[in-house]
């Protein structure tokens, strides 16, 4: 059974800074890359960041490079996204997902193994 289970979202201020945390099952986290999708009120769900298995490729959709970063821990099966400089735009529910490699996030349907339940980012102006 896959399990992923997002943390940290909240409230913040444009300009203010969250950290999302994702926690998986042994078994997804080691053999997938992992990411962050979110979804905004009336939009679809958009690819935001995703991070190879070993943590040595990275990818981020435009809007959000040299604003978030995504990294993992391997030993603790945890994958977060740093948000920093945020932005109204930025509110949206994020979610966590795996998948057997980064490519196929960025693809159109996005082919993952599993998806968290969601957590709420709210960015107030």
């Known amino acids: 059974q896959v399990q992923l289970v997002e943390s940290g979202g909240g409230l913040v201020q444009a300009g203010g800074s969250l950290r999302l945390s994702c926690a998986a099952s042994?078994?997804?986290?080691?053999?997938?890359?992992m990411g962050w999708f979110r979804q905004a009120p009336g939009k679809e769900r958009e690819f935001v960041a995703a991070i190879s298995r070993v943590g040595g490729s990275t990818s981020y959709t435009d809007s959000v490079k040299g604003r978030f970063t995504i990294s993992r821990d391997n030993a603790r099966n945890t994958v977060y996204l740093q948000m920093n400089k945020l932005k109204p735009e930025d509110t949206a529910v994020y979610y966590c997902a795996a998948a057997a490699y980064i490519a196929y996030m960025t693809s159109t349907p996005p082919r993952t193994n599993g998806w968290g339940q969601g957590t709420q980012v709210t960015v107030s102006s």
């Open positions: 042994v078994s997804i986290f080691s053999s997938n890359a």
